[in-house]
């Protein structure tokens, strides 16, 4: 008798039986066929490099202004605020420090537009399908109601607790001015930390990624330039707004004071819209995230997160 030809052991890679001698794809053709897939479209190159040339002019623009910013910063409201002159060797460091980085990112700028970004072309690896285990949320939705209401409960009772502390401990009388502004006593890490963390919206994640993927490195650099010379005028800001006006609590109570009603009418206006957007922004970002990690319905995770907020916020005030 004929020994019997035994098959080659199969085994099972996303979803497709491969062979174990030549390792070949037996069910993938059912599933995914490289050459059904539309055609690239051409490479723009014209307009490619229109969007890298206004991209590059728009990023050079905003860095002659952050230059000529702390051009002023440093010869003008430093001194004051040190109380004293700079020497000339000082200025020179400064003006020297500041312009470095000036060319340095120019000459970048440089070579993102002469560069070649290139095209992937489609292979077997980089057009291998996914595991349908992707479409799976990583997480148990017990993970995503934990974090829901675990997180809201445990800051609520946490901030409660150092609240009645430095009430009893300290003598702290917490009136609706201390709530307001916290006493106007939060040091300088704190205010850094609460502008990143304000300034990080879920725009900032999100978008970041998009245009990494769809413009490569040079995306989020263009898309990260557009803060930087805000974050230098906010800084000027803050410091004329200590100056002159200690006692304020809003932007909108320093224009009333100095343009009358109509305009205070008008920027309360507009600052009640952007708080409406910025709080749906971050609202729909939080939601999305936390239904794509556990698959909690986002409809509801939209409705529980901001108990915890409001919880800890109603305890805690500013502070």
Known sequence: ?????????????????????DGSLENLASRWRLEDLPPLPPPKKCDMLLQSTGGTFYVSFQ?????????GLALTILP???GQM???????????????EAVIAVVCLLFILCGDP???????????????????????????YAILLGFGAFFSVVTTVLVYLDKHANGTVHTSEFFNTAGR??????????????????????????VAWRYGVSGPFWYASGATIQVVLFGILAIAVKRRARTAHTVCEMVLARWG??????????????????????????AATVTALTGVDTNLAAFLIPWGVILYTAAGGLK
């Open 261 to 286: 009603k109509r305009a205070h009418l008008t920027f309360l206006f507009f600052a009640l819209l952007a708080n409406v957007l910025v709080t749906s922004i971050l609202l729909l970002g939080g």
């Open 1 to 21: 008798m004929s020994a019997k030809t035994m098959p080659a052991p199969v085994r099972t890679v996303y979803g497709c039986e491969v062979d174990e001698e």
């Open 185 to 210: 006593t939060v040091n300088t890490g704190l205010t850094a930390s609460v502008i990143v963390s304000q300034w990080t919206w879920p725009a900032t994640l999100l978008q970041s990624c998009n």
């Open 63 to 71: 860095i002659f202004c952050l230059v000529g910013g702390t051009h």
């Open 118 to 144: 290139g095209v992937i072309p489609r292979t077997e690896e980089n057009c291998f399908p996914l595991p349908a285990e992707v479409d799976n949320p990583p997480l148990p939705k017990e993970s995503g």
């Open 80 to 82: 004051r605020f040190l």
């Open 86 to 100: 700079l020497t000339a060797d000082q200025r020179f460091l400064y003006l020297t420090a500041i312009y470095t």
